[in-house]
Structures are given as C-alpha cells and as structure tokens.
C-alpha cells in the first residue's frame, strides 16, 4: 500500500533551515514496530503518522516517533503537522482556521494561519503546564557531561532543573553564548549527569540571542532519543517555560519569548512562547512558529 507523504521544515519561514519533519498521512494498519522502521528510515528528528480522530469534533490522531522511540508529544511535530494540514484544508489559500489534534499527551489545540500555497504559521496551546519535577546532579557533574567548566553552570537566577510539560527536559543555564557553542555532550559522562531525565536530553540555553529581539539562545542535545542535537524542540521549550516562571518570575499579565536553535547546525529556528501569568502562576502556554513544504511523495512501506 503507498501512503502519501510530505517533509516540512519548521520554525523556518525558509527553506532548508529549521527542524526538518516527515508527515505520513492515512496511517491507518500501522502497527507500533512499522511505525518506528518508517520512523528510522527518515532519520529526522521525528516523524509523524496521522490517524482518524477519536473525537467527531477533533481534527486528526498523531503518532510522534524519534528515530528511536515514540514521544507522547513534541513541539515542532505539532506546529508542522497543524500548518501541513491547514494548507491542505485550506487548498494553499490565505486564510485563517483551528482544531484540536490528538496525540498521546491529550488534546492539543491549534490555531493556523496560511501565508501561502506551502507555508503557514501555527500556534498551539499547551496540553500540560509546565511542572518541575527535580535537581540535576551539581555543577561539577553537569560541566563533565557538557564538555565545560563548572564556571559556565548558571547565569542571573537561572539554576539547573529537572521540568516536564509532558516530556521531561533538563534545562542547564549557561553563562554565556560562548559556552553554548562549546558545549558539546560527553559519551557516557553525559548519560550520567542527565540520567534523571530518562532518556539523556539536555536543553542548555544563555540570555545573549544572536538577536537582541529575542530572549534566549538555546542547543538541544538528545542522545537518549535518538538525537545527537535538534535544530528546534517545541516540547523542550515548553518544559523551559516551566524554570522562566521559577526564575525570571513574570508579572502577571502576558509575555512573549522568542528563543533561538538550531544556528550552531546551520539550521536556524525561531521559536514564540507566550505566557499568561495570573497571581504569580502560569496560566496558559502558547508555542508558534512558521513551517513549510520542502517535499511530497509516495511511501511504499
């Protein structure tokens, strides 16, 4: 049976730059073990193979693999796959649309705008709010498995945390961009400062963006998934959501942070998180961003 498909870069308005995903419509008689085989034979950081919705009101089901394992959610799948289809519900004309996608973290509701016949911008609500789910091992730990110096562990407030908004991210702050892209992980030095993520994942991240109208500068870095480094990670940026509330402690009202990826891999990204703080506590998260087709074809797998 040929399955249609379609690659898209995202958190790019360009091509060739961004976090590169597969989309596999009709995946209706794959099993769990397909699904991965099809997941690896892409290689990109996730794959996505979309379903019949459970819910008549609801707009698809999403499965969202890694080369090497399922994830109950992840951002630029999310944000990719919700533009892939309102290019398609929408033919390629201009024009706003939402729905709800399910994936296995629950529901996720979507708001689309198409900018063009193969590009648009989405934004989804956050299914889980950020929670903090422990410490990291000290500084000394963390600096081995990063490749750095105990000196480069923390900046301002900003501490090293455990946070989850449905994928646990440990989130390292580091001084400055410099030692961002020197950082590099550390063969089993790093499966061991990270190992309380599960599967070994690092988002590190400095307050000095290439951009001054951005807020962080950030690399990815996710052995445990199969990904030795992302060029974006919505899921990781909706966990760090989680320490900007610990740590920058934003007033009430709304916020919008614009984190940079992906450049130390010549595939800049651009990632919008906005925040609603109500009495000190995070209400609502947003995560946005553009993406657009690179390619489409048949899957005979």
Same mark, same amino acid.
């Given at each position: 049976?040929?399955?249609?498909?379609?690659?898209?870069?995202?958190?790019?308005?360009e091509l060739l730059?961004?976090?590169?995903?597969?989309?596999?419509?009709?995946?209706?008689?794959?099993?769990?073990?397909?699904?991965?085989?099809?997941?690896?034979?892409?290689?990109?950081?996730?794959?996505?193979?979309?379903?019949?919705?459970?819910?008549?009101?609801?707009?698809?089901?999403?499965?969202?693999?890694?080369?090497?394992?399922?994830?109950?959610?992840?951002?630029?799948?999310?944000?990719?796959? $919700?533009?892939? #289809? %309102? =290019?398609?519900?929408?033919?390629?004309?201009? /024009? @706003?649309?939402?729905?709800? &996608?399910?994936?296995?973290?629950?529901?996720?509701?979507?708001?689309?705008?198409?900018?063009?016949?193969?590009?648009?911008?989405?934004?989804?609500?956050?299914?889980?709010?950020?929670?903090?789910?422990?410490?990291?091992?000290?500084?000394?730990?963390? $600096?081995?498995? #990063? %490749? =750095?110096?105990?000196?480069?562990?923390?900046? /301002? @407030?900003?501490?090293?945390? &455990?946070?989850?908004?449905?994928?646990?991210?440990?989130?390292?702050?580091?001084?400055?961009?410099?030692?961002?892209?020197?950082?590099?992980?550390?063969?089993?030095a790093f499966a061991?400062?990270?190992?309380?993520?599960?599967?070994?994942?690092?988002?590190?991240?400095?307050?000095?963006?290439?951009?001054?109208?951005?807020?962080?500068?950030?690399?990815?870095?996710?052995?445990?998934?199969?990904?030795?480094?992302?060029?974006?990670?919505?899921?990781?940026?909706?966990?760090?959501a989680g320490a900007?509330?610990?740590?920058?402690?934003?007033?009430?009202?709304?916020?919008?942070?614009?984190?940079?990826?992906?450049?130390?891999?010549?595939?800049?990204?651009?990632?919008?998180?906005?925040?609603?703080?109500?009495?000190?506590?995070?209400?609502?998260?947003?995560?946005?961003?553009?993406?657009?087709?690179?390619?489409?074809?048949?899957?005979?797998?």
């Amino acid at each position: 049976m040929s399955r249609r498909f379609y690659t898209l870069d995202v958190f790019t308005g360009e091509l060739l730059a961004g976090n590169p995903l597969a989309v596999v419509l009709d995946a209706q008689g794959l099993d769990d073990k397909r699904m991965q085989r099809i997941a690896a034979e892409f290689n990109l950081s996730e794959t996505v193979f979309i379903g019949p919705p459970s819910g008549p009101s609801h707009r698809a089901s999403l499965r969202i693999f890694t080369p090497g394992r399922e994830l109950p959610f992840a951002g630029h799948p999310t944000v990719g796959t $919700a533009v892939l #289809l %309102g =290019l398609l519900d929408k033919g390629g004309d201009a /024009g @706003e649309l939402s729905f709800d &996608l399910e994936e296995k973290v629950g529901l996720v509701p979507c708001a689309v705008e198409v900018l063009g016949p193969e590009r648009g911008r989405a934004t989804f609500t956050l299914p889980r709010l950020p929670e903090r789910l422990g410490d990291l091992p000290d500084k000394a730990v963390l $600096a081995r498995g #990063l %490749g =750095l110096e105990p000196a480069d562990i923390g900046f /301002g @407030e900003h501490e090293p945390g &455990l946070f989850s908004a449905g994928v646990p991210f440990a989130c390292v702050p580091l001084r400055s961009r410099y030692a961002v892209t020197r950082a590099s992980p550390q063969g089993e030095a790093f499966a061991a400062a990270f190992a309380a993520t599960g599967d070994p994942n690092a988002f590190i991240y400095c307050a000095e963006p290439l951009d001054p109208a951005n807020s962080f500068h950030a690399r990815m870095f996710a052995p445990g998934f199969g990904i030795a480094e992302d060029p974006a990670t919505g899921s990781a940026v909706a966990s760090f959501a989680g320490a900007i509330m610990q740590f920058d402690k934003p007033r009430d009202g709304h916020h919008v942070f614009g984190i940079e990826q992906g450049d130390a891999m010549g595939r800049p990204s651009r990632i919008t998180l906005r925040v609603d703080v109500a009495e000190g506590a995070l209400q609502r998260g947003r995560i946005g961003g553009e993406a657009v087709i690179v390619c489409d074809g048949l899957l005979r797998a």
